[in-house]
């Protein structure tokens, strides 16, 4: 009987482990703690955005600091980089630039970007 008292202090603390380990796990892959610690602006980034109601053209943003762009003739490949609160984008083969301001939505679904060369300003919405 001495030994019983013990195994129920055991059996609490795994099951109270267990239960802390799950809620961890539910919350950093509902990507709530992304809202309670600053991860940076690149994280706001990251995912697929599309212009409307239209699939094309679409911006596929990665964590590794790549863009896939899908266009309707053609598909590239970019480099990006946030910096002084401006997307930088290159083409990987490095032969092309574009620099846009960029702002984001209270809730991080709508991103506009103003190109820093021209009069062009897009509108683009988070898919995932």
Same mark, same amino acid.
Do not use: C
């Given at each position: 009987?001495?030994?019983?008292?013990?195994?129920?202090?055991?059996?609490?603390? *795994?099951?109270?482990?267990?239960?802390?380990?799950? *809620?961890?796990?539910?919350?950093?892959?509902?990507?709530?703690?992304?809202?309670?610690?600053?991860?940076?602006?690149?994280?706001?980034?990251?995912?697929?955005?599309?212009?409307?109601?239209?699939?094309?053209?679409?911006?596929?943003?990665?964590?590794?600091?790549?863009?896939y762009?899908?266009? &309707?003739?053609?598909?590239?490949?970019?480099?990006?980089? *946030?910096?002084?609160?401006?997307?930088?984008?290159?083409?990987?083969?490095?032969?092309?630039?574009?620099?846009?301001? &960029?702002?984001?939505?209270?809730?991080?679904? *709508?991103?506009?970007?103003?190109?820093?060369?021209?009069?062009?300003?897009?509108?683009w919405?988070?898919?995932?």
């Open positions: 009987m001495d030994n019983k008292p013990s195994m129920d202090i055991r059996l609490k603390i *795994i099951s109270i482990t267990i239960v802390i380990v799950v *809620i961890t796990i539910s919350i950093i892959g509902s990507g709530v703690i992304l809202g309670v610690i600053n991860f940076g602006e690149k994280y706001k980034f990251i995912g697929s955005w599309t212009m409307g109601n239209s699939t094309i053209p679409k911006f596929i943003f990665y964590s590794n600091d790549t863009m762009h899908i266009a &309707y003739f053609q598909n590239n490949t970019w480099n990006y980089e *946030i910096k002084d609160d401006k997307l930088i984008l290159n083409l990987i083969d490095g032969s092309y630039e574009k620099v846009y301001k &960029y702002s984001f939505s209270k809730d991080n679904t *709508i991103l506009t970007l103003d190109s820093m060369t021209s009069n062009f300003s897009s509108v919405y988070k898919v995932n």
